[in-house]
T-cell receptor, first 115, second 113 residues
């Protein structure tokens, strides 16, 4: 149980394009989802907390106009990297709280490469 | 503020050796404690958890005990395998942390045959 699916797993695109990443909870409802960014050989950096039906809460230093988050249903949150540039290249991971627990269940991540 | 500190890696062990990865924390309230494992190119998998002091979490031969008096949650395994090679993250989270997880920096484990 508590499976989180993230799509796509890998994307390469040209500078200036926008990229959408989907995060789905497959077998449970997730009122809260989280988006992280991870640089090579480093820990996870929380970007934002996504709440179903309301605006996301961004961490300090994260550009909300750059990283658009939508959480339109209890099983889907999306992260759109707008006008992506090479410095946005990274590994992006989403997670969702299991019901009644503080444990987060993670997707397999999306490797984003901007040329 | 709340924080988690792990021993630095990489940790290199021979197969069947005993593993300890130290984790200490600073936190307000009474958070739950977690160990996650990340294999190359993948997301994180929950390895084990403990929700209150003196709880022992265990899974796949790994175990860790929530020690409030020493603010620690050290990960141990009696006999590691090559397949245990991965990065291990200690984390804490609770209502005082707004539902967020606070991660340590991760410890890379490499097990040689």
């Amino acid at each position: 149980g508590a499976v989180v699916s993230q799509h796509p797993s890998w994307v390469i695109c040209k500078s200036g394009t926008s990229v959408k990443i989907e995060c789905r909870s497959l077998d449970f409802q997730a009122t809260t989802m989280f988006w992280y960014r991870q640089f090579p050989k480093q820990s996870l950096m929380l970007m934002a907390t996504s709440n179903e039906g309301s605006k996301a809460t961004y961490e300090q230093g994260v550009e909300k106009d750059k990283f658009l988050i939508n959480h339109a249903s209890l099983t889907l949150s999306t992260l759109t990297v707008t006008s992506a540039h090479p410095e946005d290249s990274s590994f992006y991971i989403c997670s969702a709280n299991g019901q009644g627990t503080m444990a987060q269940h993670f997707g397999d991540g999306t490797r984003l490469s901007i040329l | 503020g709340d924080s988690v500190t792990q021993m630095e890696g990489p940790v290199t062990l021979s197969e069947e050796a005993f593993l300890t990865i130290n984790c200490t924390y600073t936190a307000t309230g009474y958070p739950s404690l977690f160990w996650y494992v990340q294999y190359p190119g993948e997301g994180l998998q929950l390895l084990l958890k403990a929700t209150k002091a003196d709880d022992k979490g265990s899974n796949k031969g790994f175990e860790a005990t929530y020690r409030k008096e020493t603010t620690s949650f050290h990960l141990e395994k009696g006999s590691v395998q090559v397949s245990d090679s991965a990065v291990y993250f200690c984390a804490l989270g609770g209502y005082n942390q707004g539902g967020k997880l606070i991660f340590g920096q991760g410890t890379e484990l490499s097990v040689k045959p």
